[in-house]
């Protein structure tokens, strides 16, 4: 604790003195900011409102992250599997393969997820993917997150050898100024939902296109519909924290085409 106590504010222990139980530190969780790029494949969380949370190490570190995640894409995107379809962003075997044999992210937790909503439309989306993160948001919608599980669902329809859906999320983390990184692939075994109503499970199942298709304000009378996620979490580690060097900036076309060649050897 010793190098950290300027910034925590605490003072030495005295032995002989014995702390009441009303006067003991307890946790008071930070108050959060979120904000997300237009696709919602990118969260920004920070505990200081606006650009000023913004430091020149943080700037540095997404930016990696930015770099990785379009290079990642475009390695996706010009595979062709043996059946000659081209890869997809929504293939969680995908992503998973780049992430696992990338010398840049480390897995520190796989878990199962179901994730449940009685809404239909894009409140549902919006529950879904709270659920999901694990987080709260203030907006009434998450304009993103509609077409996000209807590419999920719709990737799960495709005749082709590229395993099971799912997406990926980085969550660009600033914590009282210390930066992280950590990347959450979800992956969707089916996108038909188990319903359920008083906690008894009902016959028949709903599709999330079929509900993401339904006016708000629908009338659910009363079901839960259930579906079942997994999610991998990873961390990332920078690459300038390694070598000394960031990844090369797209503009720089050769070195970048480099990396979009050495993450594509990974995709299948």
């Not at 990184?181 to 969707?188: G, N, P, R, T």
């Not at 006016?215 to 079901?223: L, N, P």
Request: proline share 3%.
């Amino acid at each position: 604790m010793g190098m950290f106590s300027w910034l925590f504010g605490s003072k030495p222990k005295q032995p002989e003195l014995q702390q009441s139980a009303s006067n003991r530190s307890s946790y008071t969780p930070l108050q959060k900011y979120y904000a997300f790029n237009e696709t919602g494949n990118v969260m920004v969380c920070t505990t200081h409102e606006g650009a000023d949370a913004m430091n020149e190490n943080l700037k540095s570190m997404f930016l990696d992250m930015s770099i990785f995640f379009a290079a990642m894409t475009k390695a996706i995107t010009s595979h062709r599997h043996k059946d000659g379809s081209s890869g997809s962003i929504y293939s969680s075997d995908a992503l998973q393969n780049i992430l696992n044999k990338s010398e840049f992210f480390v897995q520190v937790k796989t878990e199962t997820i179901n994730a449940s909503s009685k809404a239909v439309g894009h409140s549902m989306s919006k529950e879904l993917t709270e659920s999901l993160l694990g987080r709260k948001f203030d907006e009434t919608r998450l304009n993103f997150s509609h077409g996000l599980f209807n590419s999920m669902s719709a990737q799960l329809q495709t005749k082709s050898d590229q395993g099971a859906a799912g997406t990926i999320f980085f969550i660009c983390e600033s914590i009282m100024g210390l930066p992280m990184v950590s990347a959450v692939v979800l992956e969707l075994k089916s996108a038909d939902g188990d319903g359920k109503k008083n906690g008894k499970k009902i016959e028949g199942k709903k599709s999330i296109p079929d509900l993401l298709k339904m006016e708000e304000g629908g009338v659910s009378k009363g079901i839960h519909r259930e579906w079942t996620f997994t999610k991998h979490t990873y961390l990332f580690i920078s690459p300038k924290s390694i070598s000394g060097v960031n990844f090369p900036d797209p503009g720089d076309d050769a070195e970048y085409q480099t990396l979009v060649s050495s993450l594509k050897q990974n995709v299948a």
